[in-house]
Nanobody
Framework: QVQLAESGGGLVQAGGSLRLSCATS????????IAWFRQAPGKEREFVAAISWSDISTYYTDSVKGRFTISRDNARNTVYLQMNSLKPEDTAVYYCAARGPHSIVVRSTFGWDSWGQGTQVTVSS
């Protein structure tokens, strides 16, 4: 089972940028689709973005389209989430997750087998 560890969170002013990293170990990284989810206080965990195992397809929730970019570096076993034009409503704990080898991307939290511990992103107004 793949292990994941997020980093790169922090405090930023509205309009600023952050780049989150999701470092993985175990398994063959290039075979796994990877997603980012986030959870704000008092809210359910929600899908943010995902990238297919083949690196051909990317997926975004509507609220981050045009602002966030997901990418993967198979040589470094790492997925990135570049977040630009951040808004206070982006404040949340961000988690990366992996599904089984060669599986398709789903936007639900169900079906993602491995999760990181999360990294806090706080956007001040």
């Amino acid at each position: 089972q793949v292990q994941l560890a997020e980093s790169g969170g922090g405090l930023v002013q509205a309009g600023g940028s952050l780049r989150l990293s999701c470092a993985t170990s175990g398994g063959t990284f290039s075979n796994y689709p990877i997603a980012w989810f986030r959870q704000a206080p008092g809210k359910e965990r929600e899908f943010v973005a995902a990238i297919s195992w083949s690196d051909i397809s990317t997926y975004y929730t509507d609220s981050v389209k045009g602002r966030f970019t997901i990418s993967r570096d198979n040589a470094r076993n790492t997925v990135y989430l570049q977040m630009n034009s951040l808004k206070p409503e982006d404040t949340a704990v961000y988690y990366c997750a992996a599904r089984g080898p060669h599986s398709i991307v789903v936007r639900s939290t169900f079906g993602w087998d491995s999760w990181g511990q999360g990294t806090q992103v706080t956007v001040s107004s």
